[in-house]
């Protein structure tokens, strides 16, 4: 007999009983809107409903119709392993494996073959930053190479439950993610998506945008939540204190009143507006030499520190001891289930102010427990008005002792951001992974965060003065420290930098105007900028040792336009013809367990015949003479031989293509533009069929050109070339499971704008017609299946019998 929602709770968390609000949403489904006050169980609330409703539901319409992937969205990166670690508690003691139900950190730096790449078809929980999960949802991964990009933004748009936490601190990506929500009902996807938004403090007006003008269901608390169990915490008090500051020593003056007010066995909260002042707090602190633990929290660690620093600030607080004082950013403001008796904070922005306020006394168990505050220094990063507001507020409340309820019902006025709006032209627009000539992108920074919060990620190396070698990886996820855009280029001025090119495929020196959002920048560890006990400091000159662990595969921003990493396999050589046939087998089996009611039976033959086409540019003399090279020992050439030419993958060493950036994929496109299109006789979406073995490895999307170093390629007749082919030139008859191709003439006409004379469409007319004809979640789709399968295929080659 199918468990209830109250007991699939109850196994999950070791005996908690679901809120009454929580049991609605296991019964009704994730509303478009949560509203519920902070320490309400928000995180449990998105998470194990959804589970319930997926996993052990009693009716399998309800199973089958809920999104098979829970996207958790925090808009604070401190706390993101806590959410995770949470989640995966949940899943242990509900009995399911990481085989049932994945479970992802998106932090950038995964694995190049991270698992939800190789089994899209699974049910998963991802937990991440807005800017990392919704960069992915916009065709510009943050952290990630450009050949992922379309990957991840063709399955994060398809058959995906959003949560976003905390809406009002969302900025800019609070109208980005209602315009991606509108849009993927207007232009259609794969696979149906929903979205909830949650926060304690709420503008409606805010939700409301030109592509989601409505807003759907909404849940609050019911009747029954404020008479149950909850009562306890939404009766919590907590009495306002004002201190007064030195304003010569901000710093030593918070910190000696600081320590006065706190008390033995208690853990004390003190949150700063900026990264420096908590910095600051905290040193003064250390220098009062007292027996309390101090503790830094702030999203300027890399992922080891800051796990220990998060670990220390959530541990258990001895009662007879002398207790802790947790030092903070506004990272405390989302997704923490932290406490404290006495807390500390700035002034900021009325709805950050009472986020702050519910990490004091959460539970109701202290009877005196203190919310102090103090005007800030300076107002940014908030709106001086609102800051201004806030204090006049706060000043009103002097001595009162109020509830959670009674601080989110209080208006304060705030002032009004306009944000800039995803329309349907800049979404047309991203779909293009295309860089222009100088290499640069379309940014999507503007649509995820304010222009002083983007960040880039740092990573300190023992490299030399001439920076990683070309054989060193991009950093991994545990060596990253994300930093502000502004404070990495003032940093620049005096450290040395280097960026992955993925033209040249080197690291080349970065200079402070080339530091975009997003980027992966290495820098020397020993000229400093970074200290484990305080993390990014850019003051400092100490030498940066390692990160304490480096559990993250390496990234892929450091692949190179012409390379094929995926090409060579540990083990064993495999032949084009069965690679081939694998690689269509997966497509079968994603296609045959993946619910797609939004692809025809048309739409999802051409990706099957994609996948049985998708490499036969291997079939080029390039490849198979780069392949060739690699059989260096007998034992290889021997094992070479019992498989091929042409081969598909080589177990022996890796050799760069003797013609710069050669993209086996556009060969086997241009084949099936020419003489091979007899592939595609009887094929209903033969254009899509060629389009998606040109962009299974995202680098022959939109368009392709002539890029630098494609001049030193030497093409008979002296003709163009572009990616390593050359006009005119043949690709050799190759066996497929399709049957025999014909030698094939490569025609670099359709890379020019514009038909040619002979009425032949342009490859960037063809990719632009399927783009508006299927819209452009599904088309991404159709390549996130194609890719996904060649990848399956190879990895099961690589484990299959010698």
């Given at each position: ?424 032209r800049d979404l047309l627009g991203l779909f293009d992974t295309t860089p222009d000539l100088g290499g640069n992108d379309l940014d999507v920074g503007r649509f995820l965060r304010e222009a002083n919060d983007l960040d880039v990620a740092l990573a300190w190396r023992p490299v030399g003065k001439e920076g990683p070698g070309p054989d060193d ?178 177990a022996g060493h890796r050799y760069p293509h003797r013609r710069p950036h050669f993209r086996h994929e556009l060969a086997g496109a241009l084949a099936l533009l020419g003489e091979a299109s007899v592939a595609l006789d009887g094929v209903a979406e033969a254009d899509l069929v060629t389009y998606l073995v040109g962009a299974h490895h995202g680098k022959v999307r939109v368009g392709f ?98």
């Amino acid at each position: 007999m199918p468990p209830t929602f109250d007991d699939f709770v109850s196994r999950a968390t070791g005996g908690q009983h679901p809120y009454a609000y929580q049991r609605c949403l296991a019964v009704d489904g994730l509303p478009e809107l949560l509203r519920v006050p902070t320490g309400a169980g928000k995180t449990l609330a998105a998470t194990l409903p959804w589970l319930y409703r997926r996993r052990a539901h009693p009716d399998p319409a309800v199973r089958d119709e809920t999104p098979h992937w829970l996207v958790l969205v925090l808009p604070m990166r401190v706390l993101v392993e806590q959410t995770a670690d949470s989640v995966g508690e949940w899943l242990h003691a509900l009995g399911l494996s990481e085989g049932d139900v994945g479970r992802y950190v998106v932090m950038g730096g995964e694995p190049r073959t991270s698992g939800w790449r190789l089994r899209p078809e699974q049910d998963a929980i991802f937990v991440g930053t807005l800017d990392m999960l919704l960069s992915r949802a916009l065709n510009r991964g943050y952290g990630e190479g450009r050949g992922r990009w379309p990957l991840d933004f063709g399955l994060f748009n398809a058959g995906v439950q959003w949560v976003f936490d905390e809406v009002q601190l969302m900025g800019p990506a609070l109208p980005t993610s209602r315009q991606l929500e509108g849009l993927r009902e207007k232009l259609g996807t794969a696979a149906p998506c929903r979205s909830m938004w949650m926060s304690a403090t709420v503008d409606k007006a805010a939700l409301r945008t030109v592509d989601r003008p409505t807003i759907g269901s909404v849940v609050e608390l019911a009747a029954d939540d404020a008479q149950g169990a909850l009562r306890s915490r939404l009766e919590a008090t907590k009495t306002v204190r004002r201190l007064h500051l030195d304003d010569a020593h901000h710093a030593r003056s918070l910190a000696s009143l600081l320590v006065d007010r706190h008390r033995q066995g208690t853990r004390t909260i003190a949150v700063l507006n900026t990264v420096d002042r908590a910095r600051d707090l905290y040193q003064e602190l250390r220098k009062l030499d007292r027996a309390e633990e101090v503790v830094l929290l702030h999203s300027r660690f890399r992922p080891p520190e800051r796990r220990a620093q998060v670990e220390a600030a959530l541990a258990d607080v001895d009662t007879a001891g002398p207790g802790l004082i947790v030092v903070s950013t506004q990272v405390l403001e989302a997704g923490v289930d932290l406490t404290s008796t006495t807390l500390f904070t700035e002034a900021a922005v009325w709805p950050s102010v009472v986020q702050r306020a519910g990490r004091c006394n959460r539970g109701g168990e202290a009877t005196d427990a203190l919310l102090l505050w103090a005007p800030p220094p300076k107002a940014p990063p908030y709106d001086e008005g609102d800051v201004a507001a806030a204090v006049t507020q706060l000043e009103e409340l002097e001595g009162q002792a109020l509830t959670p309820p009674a601080m989110s019902a209080l208006a304060v006025e705030a002032r009004k951001v306009v944000h800039p709006v995803l329309r349907r032209r800049d979404l047309l627009g991203l779909f293009d992974t295309t860089p222009d000539l100088g290499g640069n992108d379309l940014d999507v920074g503007r649509f995820l965060r304010e222009a002083n919060d983007l960040d880039v990620a740092l990573a300190w190396r023992p490299v030399g003065k001439e920076g990683p070698g070309p054989d060193d990886d991009a950093p991994g996820r545990d060596e990253r420290c994300p930093v502000p855009v502004g404070q990495a280029r003032t940093a620049l001025r005096r450290l040395a930098a280097w960026r992955f090119d993925h033209l040249s495929g080197g690291w080349q020196r970065a200079a402070d105007r080339d530091v975009r959002p997003g980027h992966v920048l290495v820098l020397r560890s020993d000229e400093g900028g970074y200290r484990a006990d305080v993390g990014w400091d850019p003051t400092s000159g100490l030498p940066v040792p390692p990160p304490a662990t480096v559990d993250a595969a390496p990234g892929d921003e450091a692949e190179y336009v012409g390379g094929d990493p995926r090409s060579y396999l540990t083990r064993h050589w495999v032949g084009l013809f069965d690679h081939l046939q694998h690689a269509h087998d997966e497509v079968r089996q994603l296609t045959g367990v993946l619910r797609l009611p939004g692809l025809s039976y048309e739409l999802l033959e051409a990706a099957a015949t994609a996948a049985v086409l998708h490499d036969i540019g291997k079939a080029h003399p390039v490849f198979q003479c780069t392949l060739q090279r690699s059989a260096d020992d007998p034992a290889q050439q021997q094992q070479a031989a019992t498989c091929g030419p042409p081969w598909a993958k080589s177990a022996g060493h890796r050799y760069p293509h003797r013609r710069p950036h050669f993209r086996h994929e556009l060969a086997g496109a241009l084949a099936l533009l020419g003489e091979a299109s007899v592939a595609l006789d009887g094929v209903a979406e033969a254009d899509l069929v060629t389009y998606l073995v040109g962009a299974h490895h995202g680098k022959v999307r939109v368009g392709f050109r002539t890029l630098p170093e494609d001049d030193k390629t030497k093409c008979p007749g002296g003709g163009p070339v572009a990616l390593g082919v050359c006009h005119g030139e043949p690709l050799p008859a190759v066996d497929t499971p399709r049957g025999r191709l014909p030698e094939s003439r490569l025609d670099l006409s359709v890379m020019e704008l514009g038909d040619s004379a002979d009425g032949q469409r342009s490859w960037t007319a063809r990719a632009l017609e399927l783009r508006d004809r299927l819209g452009p979640f599904r088309l991404a789709f159709l390549e996130a299946l194609v890719i996904c399968a060649d990848w399956r295929a190879s990895a099961g080659e690589d484990q299959g019998p010698a």
